[in-house]
């Protein structure tokens, strides 16, 4: 059973980068199938998506982040991680890391369902 | 303020069938498939339907989900009390070029 863990520190402050790493166990991260994705949750509930990496190192981001946004893989490790940049009180969520799928059509591909999902990280943006 | 419009709350009684709606454009649901997950209060979000209309194995038939033009909807029949959880949708933005997630409903069970 494929299990997904997120770490990292659950303070940071203004103007700092925000580091986060998910391990993966019970399985590759080397797996071709899927998108390692990481996805945040305000405490006002919303569900933003962050970005993903696929095992090439392929990544993809949403736009409002792409600017402080570093998503990468360490097939070493099992791990993928997320790097934000300069953060602010609005960067404060619960970040979760989850495996998607995805499905290609002759132009494009996109992720399909998150069918596993960690168990999610607090952070909190303060000085 | 979400991309995709869900009621914010929906309720019934035991054996009752709810339905909860999700409204997009046609950049989103209108050309791709909608997803629906279910969340528990301290837990992360649970894959509930893909696909429009299908089910993940271990999910109860009462679960199912349709899609209509730039509509979704969710519907739980035979309602029980611990189907009570926050119930998002989500799906691919074109214009994004991303996942767009709905606001949430959070369903109550009288």
């Known amino acids: 059973q494929v299990q997904l863990q997120e770490s990292g520190p659950g303070l940071v402050k203004p103007s700092q980068t925000l580091s986060l790493t998910c391990t993966v166990s019970g399985g590759s991260i080397r797996s071709g199938n899927y998108y390692w994705t990481w996805i945040r949750q305000y405490p006002g509930k919303g569900l933003e998506w962050i970005g993903y990496i696929q095992y090439s190192g392929s990544t993809h981001y949403n736009p409002s982040l792409k600017s402080r946004l570093i998503i990468s893989l360490d097939t070493s490790k099992n791990q993928f991680s997320l790097r934000l940049r300069s953060v602010t009180a609005a960067d404060t969520a619960m970040y979760y890391c989850?495996?998607?799928?995805?499905?290609?059509?002759?132009?494009?591909?996109?992720?399909?369902?998150?069918?596993?999902w960690g168990q999610g990280t607090r952070v909190t943006v303060s000085s | 303020q979400s991309v995709l419009t869900q009621p914010p709350s929906a309720s019934g009684t035991p054996g009752q069938r709810v339905t909860i709606s999700c409204s997009g454009s046609?950049?989103?649901?209108?050309?791709?498939?909608v997803y629906w997950y279910q969340q528990f209060p301290g837990m992360a979000p649970n894959l509930l339907i893909y696909?429009?209309?299908q089910r993940p194995s271990g999910v109860p038939d009462r679960f199912s989900g349709s899609k209509s033009g730039t509509s979704a909807s969710l519907a739980i029949s035979g309602l029980r009390s611990e189907d009570e959880a926050d119930y998002y949708c989500?799906?691919?933005?074109?214009?994004?070029?991303?996942?767009?997630f709905g606001g949430g409903t959070k369903l109550s069970v009288l």
């Open positions: 046609s950049s989103n649901i209108g050309s791709n498939y």
């Open positions: 989500a799906t691919w933005d074109d214009s994004l070029s991303g996942v767009i």
């Open positions: 696909r429009n209309n």
């Open positions: 989850a495996r998607g799928g995805y499905y290609c059509s002759t132009t494009s591909c996109r992720l399909d369902a998150f069918n596993m």
